[in-house]
């Protein structure tokens, strides 16, 4: 059964730090990782789609990175800025229909 | 139009009320979800529709109804709900069937509802 862990769970950092989330999940067997933000009370925003042929994609300060044979995955984010503050939540794209999501990690970026 | 639009964005019910959540998307996408979502926990799968067609349901109790009148709209139908059944409604699309590494989730901004 698909697992997908991140960490850690919640991040405080100062304003135009450059920062790391990570994403862990236990069956490499996934066709794509998919990076969400959510702001409180909101719905998810996608951020970035990886496939599984690919190693990373990029848009604007943010970048993310899969390695499918370790189960990894890291969302990089450049100069944070105050409202970046949000949850970051990655999912996996298993058999079918099925996207499984991490708990997410909470973003608070201080200016 | 690339994007899920979700109505009502709040919905306050009682226990013994029928009451309906909308989802709409005008992208083409064929594949619609709705997802249930408790504070500060992931989203957690409901029903999958592709083509129209229900394909995932997820051990949804019977309480919850999903229907899919036709590819752009995707309503659930909510009847004699609990008050743990309070959460963030969801709904997403994405533009393929089965297990394509292109297909994105878009999702809507969510119906918050709760039930007293």
């Known amino acids: 059964k698909q697992e997908v862990t991140q960490i850690p769970a919640a991040l405080s950092v100062p304003e135009g730090e450059n920062l790391v989330l990570n994403c862990s999940f236990t069956?490499?067997?996934?066709?794509?990782l998919q990076w969400f933000r959510q702001d409180p009370g909101k719905g998810l925003t996608s951020l970035l789609l990886?496939?599984?042929?690919?190693r990373e994609q990029t848009s604007g300060r943010l970048n993310a990175s899969l390695d499918k044979s370790s189960g990894r995955s890291t969302l990089y984010i450049a100069a944070s800025q105050p409202g970046d503050s949000a949850t970051y939540l990655c999912?996996?794209?298993?058999?079918?229909?099925?996207?499984?999501f991490g708990a997410g990690t909470r973003l608070f970026v201080k200016a | 139009d690339t994007e899920v639009t979700q109505t009502p964005k709040h919905l306050v019910m009682g226990m013994t009320n029928k009451k309906s959540l909308k989802c709409e998307q005008h992208m083409g996408h064929r594949a619609m979800y709705w997802y249930k979502q408790k504070a500060k926990k992931p989203p957690e799968l409901m029903f999958v529709y592709s083509y129209e067609k229900l394909s995932i349901n997820e051990s949804v109790p019977s309480r919850f109804s999903p229907e899919c009148p036709n590819s752009s709209l995707l309503n659930l139908h909510l009847h004699a709900l609990q008050p743990e059944d309070s959460a963030l409604y969801l709904c997403?699309?994405?533009?393929?069937?089965?297990?394509?590494?292109?297909?994105?989730?878009?999702f809507g901004a969510g119906s918050r509802l709760t039930v007293l």
């Open positions: 990886i496939q599984s042929s690919q």
């Open positions: 997403a699309s994405s533009q393929g069937t089965g297990s394509s590494g292109a297909n994105v989730l878009t």
């Open positions: 999912a996996v794209r298993t058999g079918g229909f099925k996207t499984i």
């Open positions: 069956d490499s067997a996934i066709y794509n």
